[in-house]
């Protein structure tokens, strides 16, 4: 069970935008860059490439940002992203990958300086090569506050908008050129999620605000309707939009209990709709620490959704099970768990013991008019620790939960997760993340591609 809590606080840092330096006690021997490695993100272009990035570990326990892209159907070799190693970071990662449906990808992150100074960066990716990265934005704070680009979308090649925090902030790029920074607001350490229909046309979302950009204009931030009345502290954590003025927003807040819900809400037709809590979470969720990994659209009013709750199991603080929810023609119907999972009802754990139904879905990804797919870390009595799974929505309907194919003789640890899925119309979906030979110790990194509702076998990241 420690092994499960542990991804799910490492999910949640993600979720919130709070960066965490690694400590140098939970450094092993490793045998070269790369060998500690993971994928923190994968986007995918509609009947095209997909590219990916993430951190990894040096021979000298330095902590470094990587990309790499596939072409035809390929993965090229992850690198260093161009132009960092100048700028002797500290520390350095990518969080977020965006890929334009005509070509050409994004990536975006932070580093800290010799000075524990953060800068957020982006850098670019055409035909396979990516380019020198930028610095769009500075913290003026030390730690634990950091300058982090959490969230990019691009519409059309050297056409994307990039958000993140501290404090929140927006800024587009035109034509391969990046503009300044934009910040939202003050005083908060919220981060921006951003999703674009097209060029000029995105929605952004912070804590429990909200703005639109139409034709290149962003209009004032407003909050989002029935959010006070669900309770406090509501985060969005996600945004999907597939056409101008027409998303989805997901995210969390408390009750004054302490007991933390999952909400959705929805802008269609530029009008904010009520947030509502996913119907059937509460009955699901009776430990009370529900969370939202994200959620995802195939077309306006038709969405899926994903995350975990925790379930009674014996002893305080439960067992977390992954759920989905999705949505037709505007109505969400009940959260479930996922397919194939036995229920945590059926067994009791005790503290610290490893024989646990338990999981969650970090990731949820929808291609236009589907498929969908999501991705995370699972547990059963059977399996007695931590592993990678994908599972899919395809025509109305959830396949059954399923290990990353070829993951499980590399994972002799058992300690795995998809971290990033991503989906294209045409062009099937990915997914990346990492494993172990050494529990607790993060391993290799690894991508896996599916086409036709077939998930290949997984292919490890190459430095």
Same mark, same amino acid.
């Given at each position: 069970?420690?092994?499960?809590?542990?991804?799910?606080?490492?999910?949640?840092?993600?979720?919130?935008?709070?960066?965490?330096?690694?400590?140098?006690?939970?450094?092993?021997?490793?045998?070269? %860059? +790369?060998? #500690? &490695?993971?994928?923190?993100?994968?986007?995918?272009?509609?009947?095209?490439?997909?590219?990916?990035?993430?951190?990894?570990?040096?021979?000298?326990?330095?902590?470094?940002?990587?990309?790499?892209?596939?072409?035809? *159907?390929?993965?090229?070799?992850?690198?260093?992203?161009?132009? /960092?190693?100048?700028?002797?970071?500290?520390?350095?990662?990518? #969080?977020?990958?965006?890929? %334009?449906?005509? *070509? !050409?990808?994004?990536?975006? *992150?932070?580093?800290? #300086?010799?000075?524990?100074?953060?800068?957020?960066?982006?850098?670019?990716?055409?035909? !396979?090569?990516?380019?020198?990265?930028?610095?769009?934005?500075?913290?003026?704070?030390? /730690?634990?506050?950091?300058?982090?680009?959490?969230?990019?979308?691009?519409?059309?090649?050297?056409?994307?908008?990039? *958000? !993140?925090?501290?404090?929140?902030?927006? /800024?587009?790029?035109?034509?391969?050129?990046? !503009?300044?920074?934009?910040? /939202?607001?003050?005083?908060? #350490?919220?981060?921006?999620?951003?999703?674009?229909?097209?060029?000029?046309?995105?929605?952004?979302?912070? +804590?429990?605000?909200? %703005?639109?950009e139409r034709k290149g204009h962003w209009a004032k931030s407003a909050p989002v309707p029935g959010l006070a009345a669900l309770g406090r502290g509501a985060v969005i954590t996600s945004v999907s939009c597939t056409a101008a003025a027409n998303c989805a927003f997901g995210g969390s807040y408390q009750l004054a209990s302490g007991v933390t819900e999952v909400f959705v809400a929805s802008e269609r037709g530029g009008r904010l709709t009520k947030a509502i809590e996913i119907p059937g979470f509460t009955a699901l969720n009776a430990e009370g620490a529900g969370l939202l990994g994200a959620v995802s659209c195939m077309s306006?009013?038709?969405?899926?959704?994903?995350?975990?709750? &925790?379930?009674?199991a014996g002893f305080q603080g439960g067992v977390y099970e992954p759920f989905v929810a999705t949505e037709r023609n505007g109505h969400w119907g009940k959260a479930f768990d996922v397919p194939g999972l036995p229920s945590p009802s059926s067994n009791v754990c005790q503290p610290d013991s490893y024989s646990c139904v338990d999981g969650q879905v970090f990731s949820v990804s929808c291609a236009s008019q589907g498929p969908c797919a999501v991705g995370g870390s699972y547990d059963t009595p059977a399996i007695d620790g931590q592993v990678a799974f994908v599972a899919s929505y395809r025509n109305g309907r959830w396949s059954t939960i399923s290990q990353v194919p070829g993951l499980a003789p590399l994972d002799t640890a058992k300690y795995s997760a998809v971290n990033s899925v991503s989906c294209a119309r045409g062009r099937g979906c990915a997914a990346g993340g990492t494993y172990s030979v050494t529990q607790p110790q993060v391993g290799p990194a690894f991508v896996v591609n599916q086409k036709n509702g077939i998930w290949s076998s997984v292919q490890i990241v190459r430095f």
């Open positions: 069970m420690r092994r499960s809590l542990l991804l799910i606080a490492a999910s949640v840092m993600a979720l919130t935008g709070s960066a965490v330096l690694p400590s140098a006690a939970s450094a092993t021997v490793q045998a070269g %860059a +790369g060998s #500690d &490695a993971t994928v923190t993100s994968v986007s995918c272009a509609p009947a095209g490439n997909c590219a990916a990035g993430g951190q990894y570990f040096s021979a000298s326990f330095q902590a470094n940002a990587f990309v790499l892209a596939e072409k035809n *159907g390929r993965w090229g070799r992850a690198i260093e992203v161009p132009g /960092l190693a100048a700028r002797r970071p500290k520390y350095a990662t990518i #969080d977020t990958v965006s890929c %334009a449906p005509t *070509g !050409g990808c994004a990536a975006g *992150g932070y580093y800290q #300086d010799s000075s524990s100074g953060y800068h957020a960066f982006v850098v670019n990716e055409r035909n !396979g090569r990516w380019s020198r990265l930028t610095t769009v934005f500075s913290s003026r704070r030390k /730690l634990p506050e950091a300058a982090w680009v959490r969230s990019l979308s691009c519409s059309t090649t050297w056409n994307c908008t990039a *958000g !993140g925090g501290t404090p929140p902030f927006v /800024l587009n790029e035109t034509h391969g050129r990046w !503009g300044r920074a934009q910040v /939202l607001a003050k005083d908060t #350490d919220a981060a921006v999620v951003v999703s674009c229909a097209s060029a000029g046309n995105c929605s952004t979302a912070w +804590g429990r605000f909200v %703005a639109s306006a009013g038709n969405c899926v959704a994903g995350g975990s709750y &925790a379930a009674p």
